[in-house]
């Protein structure tokens, strides 16, 4: 059934970006590289062989940016900082020039009546943090709360929420144990400590973070994405609960809950390779303001005895595709919503990111009539008012992304942005028609919402 879709006054809406996917600029003002820049240097590393060098130049080219989503009725806006920017060396000391950046750009925003809602650490390691062993070395635990500090006592004055942390699921898995991103490292128990060490930094960011900025709400955006058996088998519906532990709950429920949960079939071996040592689970607990859902599309999961470590496989969903081959299911934001309202205690949730990559561009009228993503992002909201109506307390919505951008391994091949971006031109900005139908919904434009998607 068809219901309107209705969002509470004061829901923000925003959206989102990345420092090494957007700025650009990689020696500027003092900047060294971080893990990113040397990944995507290495040959064969980015499917199309470009780097973050030029992305789009937010860097120098933020105030137009601004501009954009001023037009667009866009009232926050997600961002990383570089730490590599803002300590460029191991003797820590902290750069003036690179953090100025991010003070204009905060200023510049709130001139603009943009919420700015910055996020401490989106992948883009210091690669003299990675010389020193990286998140496999517990010295960064220290490092990224020195880190953390440096930057709130400098913009804390202005910024009400803080996110720690985008994605350690990603950073952790696809960073050590399948080499798909920076750093490259391949190694399953090497992963297993990485992630161990990410959750004690994590909690050491968010305890920096509340001593410089008693007031302000501290979160993070992890990714998520519900996970449906494949059948009605109780073997099936076992191997997705181990899915949603892993990708779902092993950076959250740590944290929060002070346990690690139920993802590999033998935890105690698991734990052993993790390296756990006595007074981690005490330093590791800590607590959030509201808690960010990444997500993208949901994941359908059997049973595989022949996987003696999780014990399950990953099957294709029977939904359309995007054009980077993710599969779209709008129910699944509904679900997954639902999910960490009632395993964390009714918190306050904001969509940190969700969209969709459509390769659409400028037609012969100079626009670009993006029909997919406008209707992926119709469906998605559709279902966070859903989950508003079911009484979850969803904050607000940030679209993924604002521009079109380098996508990390993906390179410049799949485009997530509401804003089309000139790459092989002058980066010239131009609002897809998904912008568009984006902001009159946020200016009240009707919508609707199916009630019956799974």
Request: charged residues 25%.
């Amino acid at each position: 059934m068809l219901r309107p879709a209705r969002f509470p006054q004061g829901f923000v809406w925003g959206s989102a970006t990345s420092a090494y996917q957007v700025e650009g600029a990689p020696q500027a003002d003092g900047k060294t590289p971080s893990i990113w820049d040397r990944f995507a240097h290495t040959p064969g590393k980015v499917v199309d062989g470009s780097t973050g060098d030029v992305a789009c130049d937010q860097y120098h080219r933020y105030p137009e940016d601004i501009v954009l989503m001023r037009e667009l009725g866009l009232r926050a806006y997600r961002f990383s900082l570089s730490w590599p920017r803002v300590i460029p060396d191991a003797d820590g000391a902290v750069n003036a020039a690179g953090l100025a950046h991010y003070d204009r750009l905060v200023d510049a925003l709130l001139e603009a009546g943009i919420a700015p809602y910055p996020t401490l650490f989106h992948w883009d390691l210091p690669a003299w943090m990675q010389d020193a062993g990286g998140w496999a070395d517990r010295s960064i635990i220290g490092r990224f709360g020195e880190y953390a500090d440096a930057v709130v006592r400098r913009l804390g004055d202005r910024i009400g929420t803080w996110l720690v942390l985008n994605e350690p699921h990603i950073l952790t898995w696809l960073g050590h144990e399948t080499g798909a991103h920076a750093p490259g490292l391949a190694d399953r128990e090497l992963a297993l400590r990485v992630g161990h060490v990410v959750n004690l930094a994590h909690a050491e960011g968010v305890r920096a973070v509340r001593a410089a900025a008693p007031e302000a709400l501290v979160g993070s955006a992890w990714n998520m994405e519900s996970a449906y058996p494949a059948t009605d088998d109780p073997t099936d519906a076992a191997a997705a609960e181990r899915h949603h532990a892993r990708v779902n709950a092993w950076f959250l429920d740590p944290l929060v809950k002070g346990a690690y949960p139920e993802a590999y079939l033998d935890m105690d071996a698991a734990l052993a390779a993790m390296d756990v040592r006595p007074g981690d689970m005490d330093a590791m607990r800590t607590s959030f303001d509201l808690i960010g859902i990444n997500m993208y599309s949901r994941a359908v999961i059997a049973h595989d005895a022949a996987d003696p470590i999780s014990g399950l496989r990953r099957l294709p969903g029977s939904g359309p595709r995007t054009s980077i081959g993710w599969e779209v299911w709008p129910g699944s934001l509904h679900r997954i919503i639902r999910r960490v309202d009632a395993d964390y205690g009714h918190p306050a949730i904001l969509v940190t990111e969700n969209g969709c990559s459509d390769p659409t561009g400028p037609g012969p009228d100079g626009l670009v009539h993006d029909d997919d993503r406008t209707r992926y992002l119709e469906e998605h909201l559709g279902q966070v008012a859903r989950a508003l109506d079911d009484g979850a307390d969803v904050r607000g919505y940030f679209a993924w992304s604002l521009l079109d951008n380098f996508e990390w391994a993906e390179g410049y091949r799949q485009r997530f942005g509401i804003v089309w971006v000139d790459f092989e031109g002058d980066l010239r900005r131009v609002a897809k028609d998904s912008a568009r139908r984006l902001a009159g919904i946020i200016a009240g434009a009707p919508l609707e919402y199916d009630d019956t998607l799974a």
